[in-house]
């Protein structure tokens, strides 16, 4: 199964950038780059999503590597409600259209 | 528009006892998810239904784990026999499409004695 790789924690003080790292050198070349977060008890929420150009979207942006071998999540000004967990996500077009989650970032906000 | 929801939010259970859970997906949406998350660790795709239909099933454990959505909308997932290692937060999803975004619901929150 295809595999992403994050770091377990990041801490960021508030409004400040905060740029979270991602490794997936066995993506594939029709596999796209999904981001979710999960803020405590709810449900993952979809962040954004790219193939292979940086993506910018009202939450955040998508910096892709050009072999998209890695990505980058950038929060621009991140805020104490911006804790969450963060998870890269390989979405899989061969077959069934599936995610494959890994353990995620667990961003930490300092007021 | 109105989210996925879920029903019950917490179930305690004594193992080898039956459990179901409930899921109303978004209106429209062809398809459904159902995840498992121990706690830690990221959600696990157990069941996938492209609207009536299983596409993908290959980690459910088919022993004590079904799954059905009839009609194409509602969804419910049971787990009988229960066993320790069941507890978790089972999350369902759905989608447009399944190659669109995903929108949880909040989870149900298992915990076997």
């Known amino acids: 199964d295809a595999k992403t790789t994050q770091p377990n924690s990041m801490e960021s003080n508030e409004e400040e950038p905060v740029h979270l790292p991602c490794n997936h050198s066995?993506?594939?070349?029709?596999?796209?780059i999904h981001w979710y977060r999960q803020l405590p008890s709810q449900g993952p929420e979809y962040v954004i999503h790219?193939?292979?150009s940086n993506v910018n979207n009202r939450m955040a942006s998508l910096a892709i590597a050009e072999d998209r071998k890695s990505s980058t999540l950038i929060l621009h000004r991140a805020t104490l409600r911006d804790a969450a967990v963060y998870y890269c996500?390989?979405?899989?077009?061969?077959?069934?259209?599936?995610?494959?989650f890994g353990t995620g970032t667990r961003l930490k906000v300092l007021a | 528009e109105a989210g996925v929801a879920q029903s019950p939010r917490y179930k305690i259970i004594e193992k080898r006892q039956s459990v179901a859970f409930w899921c109303n997906p978004i209106?429209?949406?062809?398809?459904l998810y159902w995840y498992q998350q121990i706690l830690g660790q990221g959600p696990k795709l157990l069941i996938q239904?492209?609207?009536?239909?299983?596409?993908?099933d290959s980690q459910l454990p088919k022993d004590r784990f079904s799954a059905e959505r009839l009609k194409g909308v509602d969804s419910t997932l049971k787990i009988q026999p229960a066993k320790l290692e069941d507890s978790a937060v089972y999350l369902c999803?759905?989608?447009?499409?399944?190659?669109?975004?995903?929108?949880f619901g909040p989870g149900t929150r298992l915990t076997v004695l």
């Open positions: 999803a759905s989608s447009w499409v399944s190659y669109n975004e995903q929108f």
């Open positions: 066995t993506i594939s070349g029709t596999d796209y």
């Open positions: 790219g193939l292979t």
């Open positions: 996500i390989l979405l899989i077009t061969s077959g069934t259209y599936k995610y494959i």
């Open positions: 209106s429209g949406h062809a398809t």
């Open positions: 239904f492209q609207n009536n239909g299983v596409v993908d």
